[in-house]
């Protein structure tokens, strides 16, 4: 079975940079059957889209945080991670990771991880 | 970006009620729209893919319809454990979009 697991800090400065990673168990990040995700949820800002990757590092992002968001790939460790630069109170978000249900970034996502509170706060 | 409007944003229902949430798109997605489950605390659950697709597993009280613009979540006969929030989702253009969520109560 499946299973994504988000770690990282719960607490981020206001312009600092939040970094997340997704560990992967039960399947390879390093398959060419599918693209991985990031999404975040906030009461005002609702379910968000922050980007996506393949195994072989090909990247697609939300246009409206592209500046300031990175998502890459380790397969050594089976893990996929997010850096958001300078972050905002805006920030504050649960933050999922998750699997799409195939090798396009526009297939739903079919497996999530449980998700992790950041908070973006001095 | 295409916008995702859902209706009504939250609703109160009975076991056993059939219910029907609507989103809709602010242009033309063919049948790239697919819906979600979440419970309080929990991650969203893919129910229905691609506007008519039973994700494996889904009970078939779970239908969907819809193509273009309009599209429907049905849930025929509510079960306790449906009551929760739902969230369509665009995958029509490379910028993915949610909708802003159905939240069903128990009347």
């Known amino acids: 079975q499946l299973q994504l697991q988000e770690s990282g800090p719960g607490l981020v400065r206001p312009s600092e940079t939040l970094s997340l990673t997704c560990t992967v168990s039960g399947g390879s990040v390093n398959n060419m059957n599918y693209y991985w995700g990031w999404i975040r949820q906030s009461p005002g800002r609702g379910l968000e889209w922050i980007g996506s990757i393949y195994y072989n590092g090909i990247t697609y992002y939300n246009p409206s945080l592209k500046s300031r968001v990175s998502i890459s790939v380790d397969t050594s460790k089976n893990q996929f991670s997010l850096k958001v630069n300078s972050v905002t109170a805006a920030d504050t978000a649960v933050y999922f990771c998750?699997?799409?249900?195939?090798?396009?970034?526009?297939?739903?996502?079919?497996?999530w991880g449980q998700g992790t509170l950041v908070i973006a706060s001095s | 970006d295409i916008q995702m409007t859902q209706s009504p944003s939250s609703l109160s229902a009975s076991v056993g009620d059939t219910v029907t949430i609507t989103c809709r798109a602010s242009?033309?997605?063919?049948?790239?729209l697919n819906w979600y489950q979440q419970r309080p605390g929990k991650a969203p659950r893919l129910l229905i893919y691609?506007?008519?697709n039973l994700q494996n597993g889904v009970p078939s009280r779970f239908s969907g319809r819809g193509s273009g613009t309009d599209f429907t979540l049905t849930i025929s006969g509510l079960q306790p454990e449906d009551f929760a929030s739902y969230y369509c989702?665009?995958?029509?253009?490379?910028?993915?979009?949610f909708g802003g969520g159905t939240k069903m109560e128990i009347k």
């Open positions: 242009q033309n997605i063919d049948t790239y």
């Open positions: 998750a699997r799409h249900d195939g090798s396009s970034y526009l297939r739903p996502f079919e497996y």
């Open positions: 691609v506007a008519t």
């Open positions: 989702q665009q995958s029509y253009s490379s910028f993915l979009t």
